[in-house]
């Protein structure tokens, strides 16, 4: 992996990327969970990062049928990758 994937991996297992939002035939957002209550827009450039993460299993959105906005997760996969457990995919 490299020092990108690395670090937005750390960052979703923190919980500071905590939602995707985006509607069904729209573009896919990715937003950070500020510590001040409010979120930010994540760069076009490290959202294709995490697209790349979620593809290999190594992070998840999570799945609800409500809201547009969903809490992006770490797999069980990611965090074995992200601490040297077992090599990733």
Not at 5 to 13: D, G, M, N, T
Not at 60 to 77: C, D, K, N, S, W
Request: with cysteine; aromatic share 6%; glycine share 12%.
């Amino acid at each position: 992996m490299t020092s990108d994937e690395i670090q937005l991996l750390q960052s979703v297992a923190n919980g500071e990327l905590r939602f995707h939002n985006g509607a069904w035939g729209a573009h896919a957002g990715y937003r950070w969970s500020c510590q001040d209550g409010t979120d930010g827009e994540v760069p076009p450039w490290q959202c294709d990062i995490l697209d790349t993460l979620k593809d290999h299993g190594l992070i998840a959105i999570e799945q609800r049928l409500g809201p547009l906005e969903r809490r992006v997760l770490a797999t069980q996969p990611g965090i074995s990758a992200l601490y040297g457990l077992a090599p990733a995919a």
